[in-house]
């Protein structure tokens, strides 16, 4: 059992195969943390970890009372209002109005695998003996609130999990006002911050810098985890890179407004916190209830971002995401073929050909109900549009499916349009405070998913429909913020409870839907990637990566989404030329091999090619098939980088998928630009092994050892023109 307590000296440590993490119980029954790293065998002797900043005065030998001096601690989960003057981890308003808690130690517990959290999506095991479970109970004996916190270190991967319960004791009702689901206090040193930040098309950009004093705060106020910024923080030794140096990982499971921050004090220790965001979040509780945190994961590395991805990715396939294991179709989406402007026949046209080429699966996207020839209209209407689609939906599904696809469907289930039957019916179903304006995004506002009677309605009519027509796909998208975040639905004192309560509220309708339709697939979107988190992937193990189809763009997209989320996790599509987001125009073959680096499919009309075009598509689709095992559960070794830094132009993109018995791997290698009269190149692969010769299929053909095409590398072939790129097939002989 990885957990053991030293009694004598109060220390609690979480031991993996390859990770320990250990907490001291102070005397004063605060709770601090002593170590995260590799390894620490059992038993030993841990007490040499308890080491505190020397305060005494040489002069003046008298003892200090550390145990009051909290901004010297290394704490688990800090209190605001007291010594400690750094950021604290939550925040309550106490009946007197006062915001202190004296939260101190109670008692601990462990236990093998790891609870749920009812309404939450958390990560599981499937067998008790892959984590353990530590929670330790801290009380406040003025107030009566106390607190759980939880801790699951899993076996394998030594990544950490961890949240908070709060539970109000007392005899009236307290506010928690901020509510972290991790806090860590790291020892002195040097790191360079990395976050993933971006905007609509560009989503999950490399942004990595010196974290020098002062406060790092990346975060959502959209209602959503955001284009913007993603839920993920990780703190690096400024000489960590791919494959080497030491780089511990933060990422929060959860779709809101969300915060992370690292601090770094006076003394130089860094204070990292993620979490909901305490400006957009507060909480009412009345005496017995309880609150609980979503949880935030916590991954340490010493083999550089290379190893913390490869964590995070087998954590997220094994132990978070549902359906992992099922496998992806190759689709084709009629988004950009066609946008509003479709007919049945011109879908079964695009359908018939796609079947023809091997594709799989036909996603009708955007436009099908209602009366929607553009985004003004019909959101909450779920019903089939007949001057579109005569014979009506199922008709379609049925014809779909005779060419020899699956039949999927696009749907919007948190939106109303002003212009829409629903919103006629129930002005007051969208959130919005009153006597205020509603602010229209995308001619569209947010329906008031805290209410049970909004998430039956909605829930009734998405579930008619897949139960009458054969579907099975669903592209689940979210196309704005959250703004005016209120609900007539709640009381005064309750109306900062809204954000958090939507979120709930889209979980509660995900939960019930994925459960009802176990054999339907879905895919989130949120206009594109503006919710790509690991909330969403445990409900839906596929997510569309970007708006952004733009196979240069998606270089950036997909390598800094790989830092955090598994391929598996990412849909990419080759799109049509010029690039509908952003004029460029890129060779077939490169389109090809970068959305085959992720869940494959086409977004174009392909009844527009030409014959040759339409052969790329179908060795394309031949190709990815006899791989599809490999690019959806392999490993991920990151080998150049699209992102300018001072050692790097980013004009090369390169990365390897090795399958885990290392006997087959895909390589890939992008050039942005041309470069003139260039000198020979090679790519170093990674994660092979050594020992075994591999027959390495590109645009030539030959044989090689492990050794020699890590060490010496694989020569690139001379190019003409921008944007070209090549994949190798590795196969152990
Ligand atoms: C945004 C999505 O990201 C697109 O793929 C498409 O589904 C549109 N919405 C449809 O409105």
Known sequence: MPYFFHEKDSLLHLQSKAVSYVLKIYPSGLIGNVYWGPRLSEPQDLSSLICLRDLRNPEDPAPVDYENREDILYQEYPSGGVSDFRPPAFRVVNPDGSVISNLRYHSHRAEPGKPALPGLPALWCSRQEEADTLRIRLEDALTGLSLELFYTIFTDTGALVR?????????????????????????????????????????????????????????????????QENPFIALAEPSAGEEKGLVYGFNLVYSGSFSALAARDQFGSTRVLLGLNPECFSWKLEAGEHFQTPEGVMVFSREGLGGLSRTFHRLYRNNLIRGQDRERPI??????????????????????????????????????????????????????????????????????????????????????????????????WCLHVKGRHRTEIRNQLVLDLTRAEVREAIIRMVSAILQEVPISYVKWDMNRPLTETGSPALPPDRQRETGHRYVLGVYDMMERLVSAFPRVLFEGCAGGGGRFDPGILYYMPQIWTSDNSDAVERLKIQYATSLVYPLSSMGAHVSAVPNHQCGRIAPLETRGSVAMSGIFGYELDITALSPEEKETLRRQIGFYKERRRLIQTGDLYRLKSPFIDSRNDGNETGWIIVSPGKDQALAFYARTLAVPNPGLAVLNLAGLDRGFTYRVTGKTSYTASGEVLMQAGIRLPSWWGDFQSCLWALQKI
């Open 163 to 227: 949240s908070a319960r709060f539970f109000n004791n007392g005899p009236e009702p307290c506010f928690l006002t901020r509510a972290f689901s991790l806090s860590l206090d790291l020892p002195p040193g040097e790191f360079d911050s990395i976050h993933l930040a971006g905007s609509w098309a560009r989503e999950r950009h490399i942004v990595r810098q010196p974290l020098k004093g002062g406060a790092l705060l990346v975060e959502s106020s959209r209602g959503i985890s955001s284009h």
């Open 331 to 428: 689709l084709i989406n009629n988004w950009e073929a066609t946008y509003f402007n479709f007919t049945a026949d011109k879908i079964l046209d695009i359908a018939r050909e796609a079947a023809a080429l091997g594709i799989e699966l036909f996603v009708l996207d955007d436009g099908w109900f209602g009366r929607r020839d553009k985004d003004n209209s019909s959101l909450g209407d779920w019903v089939e549009d007949p001057r579109k689609l005569p014979g009506g939906l199922k008709d379609l599904a049925v014809k779909i499916r005779e060419t020899g696809l699956q039949f999927g469907l696009w749907f919007e289930p948190e939106m109303v349009s002003p212009d829409s039957r629903l919103y006629r019916e129930h002005p007051d």
